[in-house]
């Protein structure tokens, strides 16, 4: 009799640190989804927001981004990066980054958009056009180019233009001889070069995390149901088997 209690409190005991870490990782996932509900609520109030003019010294450090900006200089084509392997309905291609230098003399990297890659040769650039002159575009400016996973230690070295898998800041710089602004600018008005501009927001997957946490809080609720049917159902055999006959 007492193996069978010390079995049956054991078996309680798992069921209830079973059903702690279930309602943890549901804790979890609906902190992550209210954490992208955030950051979307972010990005609809800067998209919403009127363009603020970018200028050295109008840029607080660091800045609040996302923001919604306006820029006026001239693109540097021959410093052009394309980041490769990005997706745009399902078909492979590139982000298309070149630096503007504005009036004031800052440069900004402007991740001008999405062009699809040559089928035969990956590394053929495609023809785009190249806007020149003076030029006035709008855009949302963000912290950085979405990263990919890069196998090595990512180093590129070679002259510009280039294909590359990931931009960094540092890199770039030592490339390329300017001193760019620690942000990139998702190009949003139209300048005739070919180029798609759809961008895909970071927040994406709320549903994903509220389904996730919706099975977690499930199969706590049916570890309690379970465990108390069980349990029930153990107690009224004992209680039989203890009653005379």
Known sequence: ?????????????????????AILLGNWQTHRAAQKLAIEAQWDAAEQAPPRSLFAAQVPSPPALPMRVSLRGQFDHARTVWLDNRQLDARPGFWVLTPMKL???MVVLVNRGWIARDATDRARLPAIGEPSGVLSIEGLAVTHAPRLLELGDGSVSGPLPAIW??????????ISGLAVARLVVQQT????????????????????HRGYAFQWYSLAG?????TTYF??????TRQARSSPS
């Open 222 to 226: 049916l570890i309690v149901l379970l």
């Open 103 to 105: 009036t004031d003399g």
């Open 231 to 236: 349990s029930v159902r153990t107690w009224r």
């Open 1 to 21: 009799m007492r193996a069978d209690v010390l079995r049956t409190a054991g078996l309680l005991v798992l069921a209830l640190a079973a059903c702690a870490l």
């Open 189 to 208: 008005s139209e300048t005739n070069d070919g180029l798609s501009r759809r961008w895909a927001r970071p927040a994406s997957g709320v549903d994903k």
């Open 165 to 174: 898998q990931n931009l960094d800041y540092d890199r770039f710089e030592a």
